[in-house]
């Protein structure tokens, strides 16, 4: 599989593919961390010899899943290798391997309410509390006119070619904030 990105809280589900173009049984295995500490998990486990050719509707395959939590999130990816080995009639086993990269992030803030009060010349964000208990800050963002920007598949961060000012840093705990631009 390419490698990916999910948002913490999000089951990460994938099928991983096998064919052998002569024809030859396969067997794929899968190695991580994840299946010991993580709780992810493969299927058919233990592995089994699998027929795979690429004429068949269903190649040799193996199931993988993910339930991933908050605790799951870090800033390098989790790698799960893949090997597959086919069994000839005769001859030597032939091995390949493949690297999946995983990445998980934390969720979005999700919004409440943000207020405008023209005479004071201030803004009031609101947000629900947010969803990971073990996030330490809340950045909050500000950009003077308007932006249809939308991050991409977890982006995080924001990005510096878009203008906007990091304002605060707050404990992840808040749930509001008051902009005054400095009084």
Same mark, same amino acid.
């Given at each position: 599989p390419e490698?990916?990105?999910v948002v913490a809280g999000t089951e990460l589900e994938a099928i991983i593919y096998g064919i052998d173009p002569v024809s030859d049984t396969l067997i794929i295995e899968a190695f991580s961390e994840l299946f010991n500490l993580h709780g992810?998990?493969?299927?058919p486990d233990p592995p089994v010899y699998q027929p795979s050719a690429p004429?068949?509707?269903?190649?040799? *395959?193996?199931?993988?899943?993910?339930?991933?939590?908050?605790?799951?999130?870090?800033? *390098?990816?989790y790698q799960v290798?893949?090997?597959i080995t086919d069994k000839p009639a005769n001859g030597p086993k032939l091995v390949t391997?493949?690297?999946w990269n995983i990445r998980v992030v934390g969720p979005p803030p999700v919004w409440?309410?943000?207020?405008?009060?023209?005479?004071?010349?201030?803004?009031?964000?609101t947000w629900e509390t947010y969803e990971c208990?073990?996030?330490?800050?809340?950045q909050v963002w500000r950009k003077v006119d308007s932006l249809g920007y939308t991050p991409g598949n977890c982006e995080t961060g924001m990005p510096e070619s878009l203008g906007y000012e990091l304002i605060?840093?707050?404990?992840?705990?808040?749930?509001?904030?008051?902009?005054?631009n400095g009084g």
């Open positions: 490698d990916t990105c992810a998990t493969y299927s004429a068949l509707p269903t190649p040799a *395959q193996i199931g993988f899943s993910w339930d991933t939590r908050c605790s799951h999130i870090k800033e *390098q990816p290798t893949f090997k391997f493949k690297a409440e309410s943000a207020a405008l009060n023209m005479p004071d010349r201030t803004a009031s964000l208990s073990n996030a330490e800050t809340i605060a840093t707050l404990p992840a705990g808040e749930t509001s904030f008051t902009d005054t």
